[in-house]
């Protein structure tokens, strides 16, 4: 009996990343739809969607190219970087550690202000985790990344950086894996941590569905944005969809349809 990330990974491995085959895989599904592809198509501009829905063991992508291309995981980091700010102490509460603000005014006003981690993770406060990076550190950051087996693992480029600018990447099929572990509270972990973890993530209503999910923004901190994600689940009575989305963001409109398209495409597949 295979768990459940041993059985992503063969599906991804052996289906739709061919760079990663393996041999001897015996059992697997997957789908590639290009009704899908069209949605970033529709909007002017180019990205990708992988889904896995949980109970089908079933892997859906609107490609074979990107799905399997690793990028800057821009603020989707805050997940992780949440679950070993918990784990080390460096926040001990969510909702009562306060971080203030450091008095610098940035062009997102939301950021403008204290915050507790709750709060940062909803206004996706780049000062604010970047201070969380700082005080969690080279080493203590270095191991739970290997011990989450997080992207690439490569967290060169400043302590509060690697993920913006520095050398971390991950592509969607890693972040499919990771947020599904998280999801099901299996990584290596204390249960407290993945529980708080999954109740601060921001939620989004559709009808009669939950969509629990991080973006990013690769350059936002910066005004030039380039890239957004947006990894999460959606819950559906029983059924469960763990989903990433990544597409690149040139202009305002298209910023703001990261969560458009991600529930066009979760429509699609008929996860919500």
């Known amino acids: 009996m295979i768990n459940r990330r041993h059985a992503l990974g063969l599906l991804a491995a052996a289906t739709i990343l061919p760079s990663r085959s393996l041999a001897n895989v015996s059992y697997q599904r997957s789908e590639f739809r290009e009704d899908l592809a069209k949605r970033f198509f529709d909007l002017g501009t180019e990205g990708t969607f992988v889904g896995y829905k949980v109970d089908d063991y079933l892997i859906i992508a609107s490609d074979k190219v990107r799905s399997g291309q690793a990028k800057l995981p821009a603020s989707t980091f805050k997940i992780p970087n949440s679950l070993i700010a918990l784990e080390t102490g460096v926040v001990a509460d969510p909702d009562k550690d306060v971080f203030k603000w450091d008095g610098v005014t940035r062009s997102i006003e939301a950021w403008n202000k204290d915050h507790t981690m709750r709060s940062a993770i909803a206004a996706s406060a780049v000062p604010v985790y970047q201070e969380i990076a700082r005080r969690i550190g080279q080493e203590r950051m270095q191991k739970y990344v290997d011990l989450f087996d997080y992207g690439n693992r490569d967290i060169g480029g400043g302590i509060d950086q690697f993920w913006l600018t520095g050398n971390l990447r991950i592509d969607p099929i890693q972040q ?3 947020v599904d572990r998280l999801r099901r509270g299996v990584l290596p972990v204390s249960k407290r941590s993945q529980d708080l973890v999954r109740d601060i993530l921001p939620v989004t209503k559709v009808g009669d569905a939950t969509i ?12 030039k944005p380039s890239l957004g994600w947006l990894v999460g689940w ?10 990433a989305m990544n597409m690149d963001c040139k202009e305002p409109s298209q910023i703001a349809a990261r969560m458009t398209v991600t529930q066009q495409c979760l429509t699609d597949i008929v996860a919500i």
């Open 234 to 243: 959606a819950e559906k009575g029983s059924e469960q969809t763990v989903f």
């Open 176 to 178: 499919v894996d990771f």
């Open 212 to 223: 629990r999910a991080k973006s990013g923004l690769l350059g936002a901190e910066v005004g």
